[in-house]
């Protein structure tokens, strides 16, 4: 069976940090781009970052770069997404996705064919 699963979701203290596990099963996250998005209460879709499959590149959202940073590990055929210095802004559902390949258009991320969504984890940052 195909899927992504994605768990590390918590409630933690403004300033603490995370890392989120996207664990993918019927196919090898090396073949993939696998991109991190969020969406927080009551707002749209928001691209974090985004890799390409085996030694491509890695785009990162230019808003969040520098406290967010994302690893794929071959073994666990897992990629994490590491959030640090944690904001109430950084509150929201967060989830992984496949595709084809990741582009920048007009400074926003996009994976292009999106191959499966997982279904999301939930970061809440108390202040």
């Known amino acids: 069976e195909v899927d992504l699963v994605e768990s590390g979701g918590d409630l933690v203290q403004a300033g603490g940090s995370l890392r989120l596990s996207c664990v993918a099963s019927?196919?090898?996250?090396?073949?993939?781009?696998i991109a991190w998005f969020r969406r927080p209460p009551g707002k749209g879709q928001e691209a974090i970052v985004c890799?390409?499959?085996?030694?491509?590149?890695?785009i990162y959202s230019d808003a969040l770069k520098g406290r967010f940073s994302m690893s794929r590990e071959t073994a666990e055929n897992t990629a994490f997404l590491f959030m640090n210095s944690l904001k109430d802004e950084d509150t929201a559902l967060y989830y992984c996705?496949?595709?084809?390949?990741?582009?920048?258009?007009?400074?926003?991320?996009?994976?292009?064919?999106?191959?499966?969504w997982g279904q999301g984890t939930q970061v809440t940052v108390s202040t």
């Open positions: 019927g196919f090898s996250v090396d073949d993939y781009a």
């Open positions: 890799m390409n499959s085996r030694e491509g590149s890695t």
């Open positions: 996705a496949a595709g084809r390949t990741c582009e920048e258009r007009d400074s926003t991320i996009l994976m292009l064919a999106v191959y499966r």
